[in-house]
């Protein structure tokens, strides 16, 4: 089961940031981008402040890396 979240979700990175800003998007249940964050630090926490309740992909891509990840706001 997806992990349910409230009003922030922490991004965290172990290795050093490349040159390239990573991003996180965080994406509707049809595939619409919701909204978009810039993720400059190691530690991110990313506010989730007027995003409606429902499920939700929160897709992170770091260079040539891309997570995805399913979160529920209730």
């Not at 490349?18 to 926490?45: C, D, H, M, W, Y």
């Given at each position: 089961m997806?992990?349910v979240?409230k009003?922030?979700?922490s991004?965290?990175f172990?290795?050093?940031l490349?040159?390239?800003?990573?991003?996180?998007i965080?994406?509707?249940?049809?595939?619409?981008?919701?909204?978009?964050?810039?993720?400059?630090?190691k530690?991110?926490e990313?506010?989730?402040?007027?995003?409606?309740?429902?499920?939700?992909?929160l897709?992170?891509?770091a260079?040539?890396?891309?997570?995805?990840?399913?979160?529920?706001?209730?």
């Amino acid at each position: 089961m997806p992990p349910v979240v409230k009003k922030t979700v922490s991004v965290n990175f172990s290795a050093p940031l490349e040159k390239q800003v990573p991003r996180a998007i965080l994406l509707g249940s049809s595939g619409e981008q919701i909204k978009k964050f810039s993720l400059t630090e190691k530690e991110n926490e990313l506010s989730l402040d007027g995003i409606a309740a429902g499920n939700y992909t929160l897709r992170v891509e770091a260079g040539n890396e891309v997570m995805v990840e399913q979160i529920i706001i209730p």
